[in-house]
């Protein structure tokens, strides 16, 4: 048997031996005739594998782990996939060992940002070079052990295979086409088309491997499901332009909402004691707080420079970087590294926990987003659940997702952020915004059963 805890209860799922393929038997209705079992395959294999735990991977661990959960109870069957080898294989035994070691302790910053290195196509040379580095080494030789203890899948009729995360970085389509050949249905999660919007922000050919991915799922996939009204609206207007209006209007696109808590927050006793120790009163006064990976599109520059202007009026004020390296930040890194402020008005916290996480929405002055662009923006409806006040970028997505519960200032106008802190600093007053009301999010359990309701009615439809 395999245990997996949802919602801190275990669920235990029928173990297989790793040569027999996991299919569900037929059931009998009442007129004596077959009922297919339906199934839900997430193909999350990027988040399982890589161990990460940023935003599109937290998404992804937590729709496949409340999904097998909840899914009996919408008269489906979900289980987390993985492609290894052109193969598919059960993925719940890597759910589980994922979720055990976030649970218990504060995985290393990688040694390479992405092991896609592995199970892409880059150059022999750059996998030879990159699997000699120790711990990536010892990550290909467990995902090896693991995908030989792990049961094949075959998604046939009555199956809906979704690409859950990674498709963008994966070579996946074959798996795609031999599903449907095999009668199943197919979807995508889309994310947000930010390397093909702002292909500035991302590695060098992520535009154009990205493009290529989307292009052929919009020929081929059945259905579509958007983290945001958003992105369904940029997928569509996308796919207009390139397959034209007629055939972008008959595609399948939804949106699902997306869980607002932190499932990974342990006892209190796992916060870190450095974070701790920046919220002291003894301290100085309580922090802002800003999280997100330490890129461009998050636009930690901007924030700096609006907390130069803050301090130049309020020398005492606090703020708190919660994020890891990530790429194109040279100057940034530089810039926190050798800033005069750092470890007294400046703290960059690069590898934090969900415990750090949670402790600091809980003991921050406010939220800081100053993104360029999202997909949604995680940290809003976090920050928002904890009861923090959100000042956020006044771009469509943050309005989508903070509604009127934020402030939100003009990333053209500099000063717009600063004032507003200064604001805050010197007068107490935070700008005005609608009463928060919590009922406005869900958590991760309703996330899940919404995406799969979603799935459902979309693979239903011809």
């Known amino acids: 048997m395999v245990e997996l805890h949802v919602r801190n209860k275990p669920v235990r799922l029928p173990s297989s031996p790793a040569t027999t393929p996991v299919d569900f038997p037929e059931l009998l209705d009442h007129e004596g005739g077959p009922v297919n079992v339906r199934r839900v395959l997430l193909e999350c294999g990027n988040t399982l594998i890589s161990g990460n735990n940023s935003g599109i991977q937290r998404v992804a661990r937590n729709l496949a782990r409340e999904g097998l959960a909840t899914a009996p109870e919408l008269g489906l069957t979900c289980l987390p996939v993985i492609t290894n080898r052109g193969r598919c294989l059960d993925g719940t035994r890597w759910l589980t060992q994922l979720d055990a070691t976030l649970r218990t ?3 290393a910053v990688p040694a390479v940002q992405a092991l896609e290195a592995f199970y892409s196509r880059p150059k022999f040379s750059t996998r030879l070079r990159n699997m000699v580095i120790p711990r ?7 995902r090896e052990w693991m995908a030989l203890r792990s049961p094949r899948v075959r998604p046939g009729p009555g199956d809906a295979l979704v690409l859950l995360d990674g498709w963008w970085i994966e070579p996946l389509r074959r798996l795609l086409e ?10 995508l999660v889309i994310y947000d088309l930010l390397p093909i919007r702002h292909p500035e922000f991302f590695p060098p050919l992520l535009e154009s491997v990205f493009r290529t991915y989307l292009d052929g799922y919009l020929q081929t996939a059945d259905f579509f499901l958007a983290i945001s009204q958003t992105v369904a609206n940029d997928l569509r207007d996308y796919a207009a332009a390139l397959l034209g209006a007629e055939a972008a209007a008959a595609l399948s696109i939804d949106v699902f909402p997306l869980g607002s808590n932190l499932d990974l927050v342990p006892a209190a006793n796992q916060v870190s004691p450095h974070v701790r120790q920046i919220f002291e009163p003894s301290a100085g006064p309580v922090p802002y707080l800003t999280v997100g990976t330490l890129e461009p599109r998050k636009n930690h520059q901007y924030l700096l420079n609006a907390f130069e202007t803050v301090w130049a009026h309020c020398p005492e004020a606090r703020l708190c970087i ?20 750092l470890g007294r008005q400046l703290h960059w916290l690069s590898n934090a926990g969900d415990a750090d996480l949670d402790f600091c929405y809980m003991h921050s002055r406010a939220l800081v987003y100053p993104s360029h662009a999202e997909g949604f923006g995680l940290p809003i409806i976090e920050g928002l659940r904890h009861g923090l006040p959100v000042l ?19 990333l053209s106008i500099p000063d717009t952020l ?45």
Request: with cysteine; aromatic share 8%; charged share 25%.
């Open 392 to 410: 956020a970028s006044d771009i469509p997505v943050h309005r989508e997702a903070g509604q009127e519960f934020c402030s939100y200032f003009d």
């Open 105 to 107: 302790s504060r995985p």
């Open 136 to 142: 990536n080494f010892r990550v290909v030789a467990r």
């Open 322 to 341: 919660l994020g890891r390296r990530g790429w194109h930040n040279a100057e940034l890194l530089e810039r926190i590294e050798n800033h005069p402020r």
């Open 178 to 187: 031999k599903a449907r050949a095999n009668g199943a249905r197919t979807g």
């Open 418 to 462: 600063a004032r507003q802190v200064i604001n805050i600093e010197q007068r107490g007053q935070f700008p005005p915004v609608r009463a928060w009301d919590p009922t406005c999010l869900v958590d991760w359990q309703t996330s899940s059963r919404r995406f799969l309701e979603t799935c459902k009615a979309a693979a239903a439809n011809p």
